[in-house]
Nanobody, 121 residues
Framework: QVQLVESGGGLVQAGGSLRLSCLAS????????MGWYRQAPGKQRELVAR???????NYADSVKGRFTITRDNGKRTVSLQMNNLEPEDTAVYYC???????????????WGQGTQVTVSS
């Protein structure tokens, strides 16, 4: 069974920092893009940051210069360093990965269970 397990959410004051991590586990052949999405109450889920298998990144305009996404292909992890957090960053953050389980399967999108990030003003 393939899973994405997130960790690192929590409560922080505005201006503070948090680091989210996500581990991909199970029988995995290839991991393509990995990323972080977030969903605030009453809003649609949105892309925060994404990183390709070779390290190319893209960010939502609202987090550029404050958030940094990295990955460790050997450990099958993706992390999101969030600095200078704002109350508007409050949301449930979801890890996402496009993965192939075997040579006989197409790639599929997988999601973590989500981790809450709350930024107080």
């Amino acid at each position: 069974q393939v899973q994405l397990v997130e960790s690192g959410g929590g409560l922080v004051q505005a201006g503070g920092s948090l680091r989210l991590s996500c581990l991909a586990s199970g029988s995995i052949l290839v991991i393509y893009n990995m990323g972080w999405y977030r969903q605030a109450p009453g809003k649609q889920r949105e892309l925060v940051a994404r990183i390709s298998s070779v390290g190319s990144t893209n960010y939502a305009d609202s987090v550029k210069g404050r958030f940094t996404i990295t990955r460790d292909n050997g450990k099958r992890t993706v992390s999101l360093q969030m600095n200078n957090l704002e109350p508007e960053d409050t949301a449930v953050y979801y890890c996402n990965a496009d993965m192939v389980r075997s040579a006989y399967q197409m790639s599929q999108d997988y999601w973590g269970q989500g981790t809450q990030v709350t930024v107080s003003s």
